[in-house]
């Protein structure tokens, strides 16, 4: 992506840059768009090449954790975008590739409904709200996920996830029977889940027992039982692992990093990875940790 478009983006996002519309560029190189997101603790989203404007709404939908009802049409969101809830304030940052499928007609409003969103949380002081807008530099989507050389160079792997009906109970199996060392017992308070790590060589198992019988972990323990939940791998930068990964067309629950108990962490949606759940977590010290305010 050409400099002077980074440098376009982090005017727009500065205090006084009220945000707006950045492009198209002659190539859009998403990944450097979520490390600049990452940079200013901005929330993100990716759209490669959406045919419609159901595909747009549901995909910013899901990637911003907007409310359900910004998903009917685009004065829903422009709504939201331009008034977020207080827990929605902050930068945001759109990478729109390939817009050119999209029939004209649609993207103006679109870009419009952008456009006028963020010119009002520029008055409002509510965060910036940019959009990127061009080609992309990666090759298209493959039809069918594959599992590209760099989900195979991973790092550790991080944890395994248990599924517990009661954290004493299971810390009697795990830390007294089998000696496993315990590091930590925590509320998660967003998550509504309370959780054990303990230690294994370089690994931990994690314990999570949920706290509210409305979550989907109390679902899944309804419904499957005590057991596997989820694996949990180590990587160096999440926000470039997750834009590489969703180019290479596997599904994500999270486009961009987002707090985690012991680091910025994002999900894999099963669908992609054979019926398994997975969590991907920042290594210590890496750009997302820095920008979700870790120490």
């Known amino acids: ?111 419009s409904a952008i456009e006028n969103a963020a010119e009002a949380r520029a008055q409002s002081g509510d965060g910036a709200l940019v959009m990127v807008i061009g080609p992309r530099v990666a090759h298209e989507v493959p039809e069918m996920p594959t599992v590209p050389d760099h989900v195979r160079a991973m790092g550790k792997v991080h944890h395994v996830a248990l599924i517990v009906r009661s954290l004493e109970t299971a810390l009697g199996l795990w830390r007294d029977a089998l000696g496993l060392e315990l590091e930590t017992i925590m509320d998660i308070e967003h998550d509504r889940v309370r959780i054990a790590f303990l230690a294994v060589g370089e690994s931990k198992v994690e314990l999570v027992q949920p706290t509210d019988d409305t979550t989907g972990v109390a679902r899944f323990l309804e419904s499957r039982g005590e057991g596997f939940h989820h694996v949990c791998f180590e990587v160096e930068n999440l926000a470039e692992t997750l834009l590489r990964l969703e180019i290479d067309g596997l599904e994500l629950i999270d486009t961009a990093p987002r707090r985690g108990a012991e680091g910025p962490v994002a999900f894999i949606h099963p669908r992609s990875c054979h019926g398994v759940l997975v969590e991907l977590i920042e290594a210590p010290g890496g750009p997302a940790w820095t920008a979700l305010g870790f120490s």
């Open 1 to 111: 992506m050409d400099r002077r478009f980074i440098a376009e983006l982090h005017a727009l996002l500065a205090p006084e840059g009220g945000g707006g519309l950045v492009g198209p560029v002659g190539q859009l190189d998403a990944a450097a768009v979520a490390a600049t997101a990452n940079e200013y603790g901005a929330r993100f989203a990716a759209l490669y090449g959406p045919h419609s404007t159901t595909q747009i709404l549901d995909k910013l939908q899901a990637a911003l954790a907007l409310p359900p009802w910004s998903g009917r049409d685009w004065e829903d969101l422009e709504n939201v975008l331009a008034h977020p809830a207080s827990d929605h304030a902050g930068p945001m940052i759109i990478a729109w590739l390939e817009p050119d499928r999209l029939d004209p007609g649609e993207a103006a409003a679109f870009r």
